[in-house]
Each structure stands twice: as structure tokens, then as C-alpha cells.
């Protein structure tokens, strides 16, 4: 197998470095390094890697996403990694754009080893260059925007009447919308205070780390 060429970009500078570090020593050549939208588009259109990997959630402005939907856009042949601590895009902004199918989508605490993120750098660049064929359709989400934004005030401990008053709904559908989620998350129970605490973890499992005590 040819050596692959990577243009990585991560906000954070330590973990950039110790994801690059490793891709290094696994045989990937990691052609480039950096820590904004802007500056991973100038990377790939300079070096033309086989493969971008790059976070999903890099601050204020363009994400991610928005930076593999470019990408793909105008660079086909360039496979794509979004590596990520949300397990769904739309739980760090509701009007997150779907992931392509052939976007390989990586949730960084559930990867054990570096082979899996080599795995995951191997099947974007099979999917882009068209030596593999990517799922029909992305199917790993499962929750609406609508519940994800729901989840996320639930999160912050925020009463039924304010969630209301914050996505313009009525009690009674945030009354409905809560008692779906907690039936999605398998959480029963007539305590809505346990109900809502068990969703609150159910909301910081999800994207990847606990809620402090």
C-alpha cells in the first residue's frame, strides 16, 4: 500500500500535535498541520493530500463540516475524516449540515488505538478515489435537530417553561418532546426530576465526556 499524504487540522494544538504524531509513526504522511477552517482549505488546495482529517468543532465560524463539504465539493478525489467528540453533529449546533455518505465520521473517545483512526484515513481515501463504495446514506444519527436542541437545554438544567420561551414552543410539546426522548433513551420513571437528570448524562455521554460532580 502507497504511502498516504494527510493535511490534519485541529483547534488544539497538543492534541493536533499527538494525532500528527502518531499518523507519523504509522507510516502516514502528515504534509501539514493546522488549527483553523481557513488555514485546513489552504493546506489541501496547496498539497492536495489523499486524505484531510480534521475536527468538527474548531470555535467561532466555519466547522468542520463545513470545511469536508468543500472539500468534496470542489476536491472529490480527496477523502475526508471528521474526527470528533460528538457522537452527532447536531448536538454542537442544530443547523449542522448532514455528513455525507462518503465521509468517514470518527468519535474520538471511541477510539482505543491509532489503527482505527488509520482505518478510518484508509477508507476515506478508498471511498473518494472510488475504490470503495460508501453507504447510501448516513445512518449512524438518529436524533432530529428538534431533539437535539431539546436534549441540550435539558443539559443545562433549564425548566420546562424556559425551554419553551427558548425554542418558541408551547409547555405541552417540550411536556411531549421530553417524555420522547426519555422513551428513545430508555429512561422510565415517574420522577421527572430523575428524568431529567438521567437525560442530562444520557446528553454529556453523548458528546463524550461526564458531567463534573
Do not use: C, W
Not at 83 to 112: C, F, G, I, W
Not at 130 to 147: I, Y
Amino acid at each position: 500500500m502507497s504511502v498516504l499524504r494527510v493535511v490534519l487540522a485541529d483547534d488544539h494544538r497538543l492534541t493536533a500535535s499527538a494525532l500528527s504524531d502518531s499518523l507519523r509513526g504509522h507510516g502516514v504522511d502528515v504534509v501539514a498541520v493546522v488549527h483553523s477552517p481557513p488555514d485546513a482549505l489552504d493546506a489541501v488546495a496547496t498539497h492536495r493530500p489523499d486524505v484531510l482529517v480534521t475536527d468538527l468543532d474548531m470555535g467561532p465560524g466555519p466547522s468542520g463540516l463545513d470545511v469536508a463539504l468543500k472539500v468534496k465539493q470542489t476536491m472529490a478525489r480527496i477523502g475526508v475524516v471528521v474526527l470528533t467528540a460528538y457522537e452527532d453533529p447536531k448536538l454542537v449546533a442544530p443547523a449542522m449540515p448532514q455528513v455525507p455518505p462518503d465521509v468517514v465520521y470518527l468519535v474520538k473517545h471511541r477510539v482505543s488505538e491509532v489503527q482505527e483512526l488509520l482505518m478510518a484515513v484508509r477508507t476515506a481515501h478508498l471511498f473518494a478515489t472510488g475504490e470503495a463504495r460508501p453507504p447510501k446514506k448516513a445512518t449512524r444519527f438518529d436524533l432530529t435537530t428538534s431533539q437535539a436542541a431539546l436534549l441540550r437545554l435539558v443539559s443545562q438544567g433549564l425548566s420546562n417553561q424556559a425551554i419553551a420561551d427558548e425554542l418558541q414552543l408551547t409547555l405541552g410539546s417540550v411536556t411531549v418532546g421530553i417524555n420522547r426522548l426519555a422513551k428513545k433513551f430508555g429512561v422510565s420513571g415517574d420522577d421527572s426530576t430523575n428524568v431529567r437528570a438521567t437525560l442530562s448524562q444520557r446528553y454529556f455521554d453523548y458528546v463524550g465526556f461526564q458531567r463534573e460532580s
